[in-house]
């Protein structure tokens, strides 16, 4: 049982990067998922959720309009699309399912010219 | 949305003694099912997070009964009985009852 993030990388602000997260050993389908940040030395923030069928997705405030979660279920993958990324975009992305119960190892985004 | 604020942010500890900490919510977290969706997560050092406690209480698959949750409408407690070296790191409190899930700060347990 597992979840396997990818796609960090070093990015200029106004840029954009597309997140991954591959599920195995459970029913991705059958789950509520959602991605969860850290900023370098801080706390934990969910960024956004999404239901089984997708067709329910939640935002916080800070990034409404410019990240998108979506998944495919035939692939049990999960993604986070982030556009016009700030340098506070900055920060450890993890896939979860929506209440916490697995985690991913997380992926590095850092925002910065 | 739910601020989540924890107490206290540092915790030192000696090890085999018990040690408690709190959070509490802004507003209730009773769900209209009537669950309360309250999770604990503890933060090993350079380690991704992992769920203790759901709903309050009850405990995740392989975690020591040494770690417990109580509470319930808006105060809650996470207690370890006694303290091990493995203890160490940050524990995060967690509401799921209203969107979007908000953490708590932090307690940052230490071993004296």
């Known amino acids: 049982v597992q979840l396997v993030e990818s796609g960090g990388d070093l990015v200029q602000p106004g840029g954009s990067l597309r997140l991954s997260c591959a599920a195995s050993g459970f029913t991705f389908s059958n789950s509520w998922m959602s991605w969860v940040r850290q900023a370098p030395g801080k706390g934990l923030e969910w960024v956004a959720g999404m239901n089984q069928d997708g067709s329910e997705k939640n935002y916080v405030d800070s990034v409404k309009g410019r990240f998108t979660i979506s998944r495919d279920n035939a692939k049990s993958s999960l993604f986070l699309q982030m556009n016009s990324l700030r340098t506070e975009d900055t920060a450890v992305y993890y896939c979860?399912?929506?209440?916490?119960?697995?985690w991913g190892q997380g992926t590095m985004v850092t925002v910065s010219s | 949305d739910v601020v989540m604020t924890q107490s206290p942010l540092s915790l030192p500890v000696t090890l085999g003694q018990p040690a408690s900490m709190s959070c509490r919510s802004s507003?209730?977290?009773?769900?209209?099912?009537?669950?309360?969706?309250l999770n604990w997560f503890q933060q090993r050092p350079g380690q991704s997070p992992r769920r203790l406690i759901y709903?309050?209480?009850n405990r995740d698959s392989g975690v020591p009964d040494r770690f417990s949750g109580s509470g319930s409408g808006t105060d809650f407690t996470l207690r370890i009985s006694r303290v091990e070296a493995e203890d160490v790191g940050i524990y995060y409190c967690m509401q799921g009852t209203h969107w979007p899930g908000t953490f708590g700060q932090g307690t940052k347990v230490e071993i004296k």
């Open positions: 709903k309050v209480s």
């Open positions: 507003q209730s977290l009773v769900y209209s099912d009537g669950n309360t969706y």
């Open positions: 979860a399912t929506a209440l916490g119960g697995l």
